[in-house]
């Protein structure tokens, strides 16, 4: 959404949200890991883990958000400014090893470009300790799966509050909600934000040219993990 404050940073409900972090505590394999929270913003699965004694690195590249993270980690996690959006931005990332770095929140679904996913699973493979993992949201099992079921389209919605806007040609769209509804604009208008649906096969493909490959999909948590090839 254009007005994006609160949805970037509750993506999920918080039973969804719990279901989450019980899934990527499931994947600790040793007792007070290492964990790198890219996208974190103000700490929505940060809190919880670092409260469960995990040593959190959460990165975002809106730095308003350091005092609501610290807040929400009682100040027991690290917060860093950053933006793996670009190349450079993916080699500037915390060095680790991690024993999980997570992409959740539908933080990869803000990344539009092939190029910049492949730069960026390289770099989380090579912040990745030997046993550990990778874990995004299942935005690109789920999201596909709502398109084919018609429970998404294009337009306004029949009760007016929501409205999407694909762009030509590529799987990404722009989602308006509430006072952002406008039946007059039917194109993204500057500065808004656009989500893109990857396919598996693009991630599959980021991920094997990284030597990483699928280690399962968690449905109840809404997640997918990835774990180094020769693990």
């Known amino acids: 959404m254009s007005g994006h404050s609160e949805s970037d940073q509750s993506p999920y409900d918080e039973a969804e949200t719990l279901a989450q972090v019980e899934g990527v505590k499931g994947r600790l394999i040793r007792g007070p890991s290492r964990v790198l929270d890219l996208g974190c913003g103000t700490g929505r699965i940060a809190q919880h883990l670092s409260r469960a004694g995990h040593a959190v690195t959460g990165v975002d590249r809106v730095s308003r ?7 929400a980690t009682d100040a027991k996690a690290t917060f860093v400014v950053g933006d793996f959006s670009s190349a450079e931005g993916c080699r500037m990332l915390p060095t680790g090893p991690f024993d999980a770095i997570l992409l959740l929140g539908n933080t990869l679904a803000l990344i539009r470009e092939p190029r910049i996913v ?3 699973f390289q ?25 084919a079921s018609g429970n998404w389209g294009e337009g306004i919605s029949e009760d007016g509050t929501m409205q999407m806007i694909w762009i030509p040609g590529e799987p990404e769209f722009v989602l308006r909600s509430g006072a952002e509804v406008d039946p007059d604009c039917e194109e993204p208008r500057p500065g808004e934000r656009v989500l893109r649906i990857w396919s598996m096969a693009e991630l599959n493909d980021a991920a094997e040219l990284a030597g990483l490959t699928v280690g399962g999909h968690d449905p109840a948590a809404s997640m997918i993990v990835h774990v180094h090839a020769d693990h």
Request: no cysteine.
């Open 65 to 71: 958000h350091r005092s609501d993270f610290e807040g």
């Open 118 to 120: 492949r730069d960026l």
């Open 123 to 147: 770099a989380l493979a090579e912040r990745l300790d030997p046993e550990g993992v990778l874990v995004y949201d299942d935005f690109s099992i789920s999201s596909w799966a709502e398109l």
